[in-house]
């Protein structure tokens, strides 16, 4: 790809890299968030914003068992009357919320996301109440927009779809990472294939438009030969979606006490796999549409940005939840640690007070240029040069010519129409989690840097 005559930085030489760094799906991080001075109120933040296209997300932070890879925001299991309780926090939360929107413009929500954890944790009577939060509550019309639900095998029962098929839910993410016993074993997920598959039986009897399964690579022991019998396995009940996970070992989890991947080998085993499960997944029909996410073609599609909750005008519900105004990213605090997370979610279900923002960051000026380019380019189909200067002034060469370099000099830059589209190559897209991060800012690498994990 040759930049614009207004980028004059010559490309660096090409340097060796980690082809797996962080999986980026959300810039900035939250290990960058901090606490808020003075606490916005939220009616003053959404003030003036677009709220006639929102995007709502409700969060469950709860999971049977907690697997040696996860860091996200999730406890096991949930004593007592604390799921009610947690559901009485986000029926609070909600109405706070909805009032902070005020009425100086249209409220809609185009899309909305059940996430965790494990929303499908929740009791079948539990998950209609989680339905009516978002619809009597928030006023999202769930038969009427994509509404996409995380769910596990285990808590993939009858009863629970029924509900969600029948409140309107348009997607269904299964997390299987894998048909093998011995790897789910190695990944400290211990499930049994046969119980796995009758979770998808399940599934295609309840009759959810899509079908997403996810699977991950880099396990220990696994060989080229047991990947192969995953996608295999998981094409055998023609899923709309798949996403294919490298695997991660990240401080605090159950993975990162057992042991520690750090060497090269490994990153190679990683790529190789990928390459493998692309690959196959392209020779069945599959279009490819992120690093991650293959799609069946004919697919329903989920939304504007295809249930990707990382845009402008997202509201997060649930102490695991981010929401994004234009300018402000902001949530309540975040950890790993089992015990740390307990506190968090503790404090949650006995707060009254929903309407201000507590742990954030802004994003805007450079940031959002970055946020921008990044989100974008790690996306299959590109980002077209004519909406980034509409939304900024600018060429993306003219606000970042050494990074754009660096990776074009790599080859990871497609250079069919550079004046009109920037879009990765292959090997870009295989590099995903390389890229990401190069493009996070001085100030957000060093507010990483100086979280301590909790």
Request: hydrophobic share 40%.
């Amino acid at each position: 790809m040759t930049a614009p005559a207004t980028a004059t930085t010559p490309a660096p030489a090409p340097t060796a890299v980690r082809p797996y760094e962080s999986y980026v799906y959300a810039y900035p991080h939250k290990t960058a968030y901090r606490p808020l001075p003075g606490r916005p109120a939220l009616r003053e933040l959404w003030r003036g914003e677009a709220k006639d296209a929102l995007s709502l997300y409700l969060h469950i932070p709860f999971c049977e068992v907690r697997c040696g890879f996860c860091n996200l925001f999730t406890r096991i299991g949930a004593p007592e009357d604390l799921t009610g309780r947690y559901l009485d926090a986000l029926d609070r939360q909600a109405a706070a919320v909805r009032e902070a929107l005020g009425d100086d413009g249209p409220v809609r929500f185009a899309n909305a996301a059940f996430g965790g954890g494990t929303p499908t944790f929740l009791t079948a009577e539990e998950l209609v109440r989680l339905c009516d939060i978002a619809e009597r509550r928030m006023g999202a019309d769930l038969k009427a927009v994509p509404l996409s639900v995380e769910a596990s095998p285990a808590t993939a029962t009858a009863d629970r779809l029924a509900v969600l098929a029948e409140r309107g839910a348009t997607r269904l993410s299964l997390g299987v990472q894998s048909f093998v016993e011995e790897e789910a074993r190695a990944a400290v997920r211990p499930q049994r294939r046969a119980d796995v598959e009758a979770a998808l039986g399940r599934i295609r009897e309840a009759r959810i438009p899509v079908l997403n399964i996810d699977l991950i690579y880099g396990i220990d022991g696994q060989t080229p030969a047991g990947w192969r019998t995953s996608l295999d396995a998981a094409l055998a009940w023609a899923p709309e979606e798949l996403y294919l996970y490298p695997l991660y070992v990240r401080p605090l989890t159950g993975l990162a006490r057992r042991t520690a991947h750090t060497d090269r080998a490994w990153d190679e085993q990683r790529l190789a796999l990928y390459r493998q499960g692309r690959d196959h997944l392209l020779a069945r029909g599959y279009e490819q549409v992120s690093m991650r996410m293959f799609r069946r073609p004919e697919a329903a599609p989920q939304g504007p940005d295809d249930h990707a909750c990382q845009t402008d005008g997202m509201i997060g519900l649930g102490c695991g939840a981010r929401s994004y105004t234009s300018a402000l990213h902001y949530s309540f605090d975040y950890a790993v640690d089992m015990g740390e997370i307990r506190a968090i979610i503790d404090d949650y279900t006995g707060a009254d007070d929903f309407g201000h923002a507590v742990h954030g960051r802004y994003v805007e000026g450079d940031e959002a240029r970055r946020r921008h380019l990044l989100q974008s380019l790690l996306q299959a189909r590109g980002m077209p040069v004519a909406g980034y200067r509409a939304r900024f002034g600018t060429h993306p060469y003219e606000d970042f010519p050494a990074e754009l370099a660096r990776f074009e000099a790599r080859g990871w830059l497609d250079g069919t129409a550079p004046d009109t589209l920037l879009r990765l190559s292959p090997e870009g897209l295989a590099h995903s989690d390389a890229l990401g991060p190069a493009l996070f800012s001085p100030a957000v690498r060093a507010a990483m840097a100086a979280y301590a994990p909790k």
